[in-house]
């Protein structure tokens, strides 16, 4: 049951940036499925992206630094939990 609705959580914000970038993309003359499709498969990138090719750089900056860094830290993580499983003696 929790599973299923960490799940709907997920889904639900991928509608929601889909549907953002679907409303604002011609208000910038950018194609509004393009972007809308790439809103949800890609979800915070794409958006990050669009906001740094509209008016609001500094907010799209900012997220696509916090995407960059947890994704390192998420790596990294990933990467000392292989070493401790594979490399641990006992």
Not at 3 to 21: F, G, M, P, W
Not at 66 to 90: E, R
Request: aromatic share 18%; no cysteine.
């Amino acid at each position: 049951m929790k599973k299923r609705l960490e799940i709907l959580y997920v889904l639900l914000i991928q509608i929601a940036i889909a549907y953002y970038l679907f409303v604002q993309a011609p208000l910038y003359n950018k194609d509004r499925w393009l972007w809308a499709i790439l809103g949800f498969v890609f979800t915070l990138f794409t958006l990050s992206i669009f906001l740094i090719l509209t008016k609001r750089k500094a907010l799209g900056w900012i997220l696509l630094i916090v995407i960059i860094l947890s994704s390192i830290a998420g790596i990294l993580f990933l990467s000392l939990l292989v070493w401790a499983v594979f490399f641990s003696k006992g």
